[in-house]
Structures are given as structure tokens and as C-alpha cells.
């Protein structure tokens, strides 16, 4: 199970690479972090209507911050360009060093 989520998060996050042009591993982190922890720690035990209420919030509410993380990360793409094309730049977060 730990190789499909692992699988899974990289080709997302390879996919989104490619579509937006930079680098920003939040759906890595999400598909292999959370995904691999809920399944170890609730290995099956997870059955009933209220877990799926959950499993629903946290779909939604994991749409809308990487829709948020990846709008912040595209804006500090264009408003504060590359000072030096080294490879740490290149895989860093702009967002987290970007204020225009």
C-alpha cells in the first residue's frame, strides 16, 4: 500500500511540474504524508457514515489549499523573478522567500 501512495504522489506532483512550470511538492506531501498515515493508523477500523463525512470534509478542504498554496506559488512566480539560476532556487518555494 505504501508504494501506490508513493507512486501516486509522484505522478501527481510530476504532472503538476510539467502543467505549471515549477516545482512545489504541497500534493506530494499530501498524498504521501496524510494518505500514508491515515491508512497505517486506521488500517481498516474506519467504517460507518460519520468516516465518510470526514473522508468528505478532508477532500474539500484539501481542494481548496492546494488551489490556495498553488494560487500563492504561481503569483510569486510572476512578481519576483529568479535572482540566480541555481538548482536550490529552482526547487525552493518562491512564496516562501517572495515580497513584492
Keep these: 500500500m505504501l508504494i501506490v501512495f508513493l507512486f ?5 506532483e510530476y504532472i503538476l511540474t510539467l502543467s505549471f512550470g515549477f516545482f ?21 477500523k474506519r467504517k460507518g457514515p460519520v468516516w465518510n463525512i470526514i473522508i468528505w470534509i478532508c477532500l ?6 492546494v488551489f490556495s498554496l498553488y494560487s500563492q506559488e504561481w503569483f510569486a512566480h510572476v512578481h ?17 522567500y517572495c515580497h513584492p
Excluded at 474539500?60 to 489549499?65: E, R, Y
Aim: proline content about 6%; hydrophobic content about 50%; some cysteine.
Design 80 to 96: 519576483c523573478p529568479l535572482k540566480e539560476k541555481t538548482f536550490w532556487e529552482l526547487v525552493t518555494p518562491r512564496s516562501w
Design 24 to 44: 512545489y511538492p504541497v500534493t506530494f506531501v499530501l498524498f504521501a504524508g496524510t494518505g500514508v498515515f491515515f491508512n497505517f493508523v486506521f488500517n481498516d
Design 60 to 65: 474539500s478542504l484539501g481542494q481548496a489549499i
Design 8 to 12: 501516486s504522489a509522484f505522478f501527481h
